[in-house]
């Protein structure tokens, strides 16, 4: 059995709630573009890159455009959403998670962040969750956006860690499919309904403890 030695979080969802600001910017896009884009369409952008969420806003509205109107379309959109991130604080970090997160540290854990998001710098400095990690790797750090597992193969390395001694924590479905693909097993934080293939679920880090990760290692 291979002992878990690190801990990889995803981030919006998992530490901070910034998907309300996705959502908002990419509505605001929609709106603009002339067509409706709800809650269950941004579903379908959970864990996904900014172009390729661009991509899928646009099949809704069922609309094409090149790749240069495409590129404007998308800094648009991240001009707003940056907007709104700018004015965070540390009160918008999830319930349990700077504590789980302090736990990992008090007990030997490796910690690193594995986002798609290329703003995760400000969030976390924001927040001040930066210093609690080991490692970052960031939307600026990849090329293939989940669920390819190129952003938990980075971190396990930049941890210098092997893939089946880390632990990831996801709230989307694309993001668990990476995690078992990079070899690694999977914490999903939301509901069974999206996140099924995890090999442990959790509603938040507030309900996330040492012990229980202590009880997915005796499983793996």
């Given at each position: 059995?291979?002992?878990?030695?690190?801990?990889?979080?995803?981030?919006?969802?998992?530490?901070?709630?910034?998907?309300?600001?996705?959502?908002?910017?990419?509505?605001?896009?929609?709106?603009?573009?002339?067509?409706?884009?709800t809650e269950q369409d941004n579903e379908k952008l959970k864990g996904v890159s900014r172009m390729a969420s661009l991509d899928i806003l646009l099949s809704v509205g069922q609309l094409e455009f090149d790749d240069a109107k495409k590129l404007e379309l998308a800094e648009r959109k991240n001009s707003w959403y940056?907007?709104?991130?700018?004015?965070?604080?540390?009160?918008?970090?999830?319930?349990?998670?700077?504590?789980?997160?302090?736990?990992?540290?008090?007990?030997?854990?490796?910690?690193?962040?594995?986002?798609?998001?290329?703003?995760?710098?400000?969030?976390?400095?924001?927040?001040?969750?930066?210093?609690?990690?080991?490692?970052?790797?960031?939307?600026?750090?990849?090329?293939?956006?989940?669920?390819?597992?190129?952003?938990?193969?980075?971190?396990?390395?930049?941890?210098?860690?092997?893939?089946?001694?880390?632990?990831?924590?996801?709230?989307?479905?694309?993001?668990?499919?990476?995690?078992?693909?990079?070899?690694?097993?999977?914490?999903?934080?939301?509901?069974?309904?999206?996140?099924?293939?995890?090999?442990?679920?959790?509603?938040?880090?507030?309900?996330?403890?040492?012990?229980?990760?202590?009880?997915?290692?005796?499983?793996?």
């Amino acid at each position: 059995m291979t002992s878990i030695k690190a801990c990889l979080f995803d981030l919006d969802g998992v530490l901070v709630d910034t998907a309300k600001y996705h959502y908002l910017a990419w509505k605001r896009l929609a709106d603009e573009l002339g067509f409706t884009f709800t809650e269950q369409d941004n579903e379908k952008l959970k864990g996904v890159s900014r172009m390729a969420s661009l991509d899928i806003l646009l099949s809704v509205g069922q609309l094409e455009f090149d790749d240069a109107k495409k590129l404007e379309l998308a800094e648009r959109k991240n001009s707003w959403y940056f907007e709104s991130i700018s004015k965070m604080d540390h009160s918008e970090i999830l319930p349990g998670a700077l504590e789980f997160l302090k736990a990992c540290r008090e007990n030997g854990l490796k910690t690193a962040l594995g986002s798609a998001s290329k703003n995760a710098m400000t969030i976390l400095n924001n927040t001040g969750l930066t210093p609690y990690f080991d490692a970052i790797i960031d939307g600026t750090h990849t090329s293939q956006a989940k669920p390819d597992p190129e952003v938990f193969l980075l971190g396990a390395k930049a941890l210098s860690v092997s893939p089946e001694q880390c632990v990831v924590f996801e709230d989307a479905e694309a993001g668990v499919e990476a995690a078992h693909r990079a070899g690694m097993s999977c914490v999903g934080i939301g509901s069974a309904d999206t996140l099924g293939k995890a090999e442990l679920i959790v509603p938040s880090l507030q309900e996330m403890t040492i012990d229980r990760l202590k009880e997915l290692n005796a499983v793996r």
